[in-house]
């Protein structure tokens, strides 16, 4: 093995250790020959993994010359983050409208910013998701996020409303507004707020439609029950790939979207979903599941196929039922008796997993210890 395939082997073992999920790691390392020098280029967003690759190619190789843009860099300058100015936001996998939607982003939720090309922006979002965002972010600096963020909030807790340009019905719309939206406080007319975007605008919502975010906070229950009752609000829903918000949902944007609207990150895809919590269930026996448990579904691992797969998710809603997003947001059964068995879903259950304990969240972040909103 010469030097060159010794590198690249490094270079995959040390991906594969340290960045083996691009969800969220940015991880585009490639070398060349240039004489006797080794050039590394490509686009890496850690630091520590940075710095270990080259402490390892530099065993084998003599001369380097390193190239490789450690995220974020001087394409982002100074303001490495950003905070969503749009009620929905979307989030893709290149900085190009033609690509893939694979999730989304709220209004008032800050990001880290990694990356930019012109309008779009390479994002890694609270739950460490990677993606690419065009426009609909303001860029700030860590210190003006943390004056954002020490800024009074409302949140809203109507599942769509509008905010307005004058405290009145009559007046124009300013934006349309989904469940879960962060803006600040500015002040009280009437029966409306004057609240402020993230891009300055300023407007006016209904006080029916938002409430103090701290309050809301405090007022959350954290249990299966709350979990379930929020999420049959959302029945009939449509399907949407990528959706994490009202507008529409995927399997796991419908999961996501119910235990943030309790204050609880949970990682975007239901294949990042499964690695978190406390696992109650994986040989079908629904005695110790409770109401607000997640069920996985997919492709269990064998001898021919040892990578399991996940592919869909919902949540438990007590005697054999749950509820998920495939095609709208729906009941089904593992009865066969139940009007809602669903044989297909029935036949590639994986497990379930909690996590809601006791009034307190298992192994998932929370709004309250968010290093992003602080």
Request: charged fraction near 25%; glycine fraction near 6%; aromatic fraction near 10%.
């Amino acid at each position: 093995m010469d030097c060159k395939e010794k590198i690249q082997h490094i270079i995959q073992h040390v991906k594969s250790l340290h960045a083996p999920d691009k969800r969220e790691a940015v991880f585009n390392i490639r070398a060349r020959r240039r004489k006797e020098t080794i050039l590394l280029e490509g686009e890496i967003s850690d630091k520590k993994t940075h710095n270990y690759l080259l402490k390892e190619i530099s065993l084998v190789a003599t001369s380097i010359k390193n190239n490789i843009r450690l995220l974020p860099d001087s394409a982002v300058g100074e303001k490495q983050w950003g905070i969503i100015y749009n009620s929905v936001a979307k989030l893709q996998t290149e900085s190009s409208f033609a690509s893939e939607v694979v999730s989304e982003l709220l209004l008032g939720m800050p990001v880290k910013i990694l990356d930019r090309k012109k309008n779009w922006f390479r994002v890694q979002t609270a739950e460490g998701y990677i993606g690419w965002i065009s426009e609909a972010i303001a860029p700030v600096s860590e210190s003006e996020l943390r004056e954002y963020n020490r800024n009074p909030k409302m949140i809203v807790v109507s599942w769509s409303a509008c905010a307005k340009w004058q405290p009145n019905p009559a007046s124009e719309n300013v934006s349309d507004l989904v469940a879960g939206n962060l803006l600040i406080y500015c002040g009280t007319e009437g029966d409306y707020h004057q609240v402020s975007y993230p891009d300055g605008r300023v407007a006016y919502i209904h006080k029916n439609d938002v409430q103090d975010f701290n309050d809301w906070k405090k007022s959350i229950t954290l249990s299966g029950e709350s979990i379930v009752e929020t999420a049959e609000k959302l029945k009939g829903l449509p399907y949407f790939w990528g959706g994490t918000s009202y507008k529409g949902l995927d399997c796991s944007g419908y999961t996501k979207l119910v235990y943030l609207l309790h204050g609880l990150i949970l990682p975007r895809d239901a294949s990042q979903q499964i690695k978190t919590g406390r696992l109650v269930d994986e040989i079908k026996n629904f005695d110790n599941v409770q109401k607000g448990d997640l069920l996985f579904f997919g492709t269990k691992a064998t001898a021919d196929n040892p990578t399991e797969r996940v592919v869909h998710v919902g949540i438990y809603r007590g005697n054999k039922q749950f509820l998920h997003a495939s095609d709208y947001v729906k009941i089904g059964s593992f009865d066969p008796n139940d009007r809602y068995f669903d044989a297909f879903n029935a036949q590639r259950y994986l497990r379930t997993k909690r996590y809601i304990a006791d009034g307190e969240a298992i192994g998932i972040d929370t709004l309250n210890n968010q290093p992003f909103y602080q």
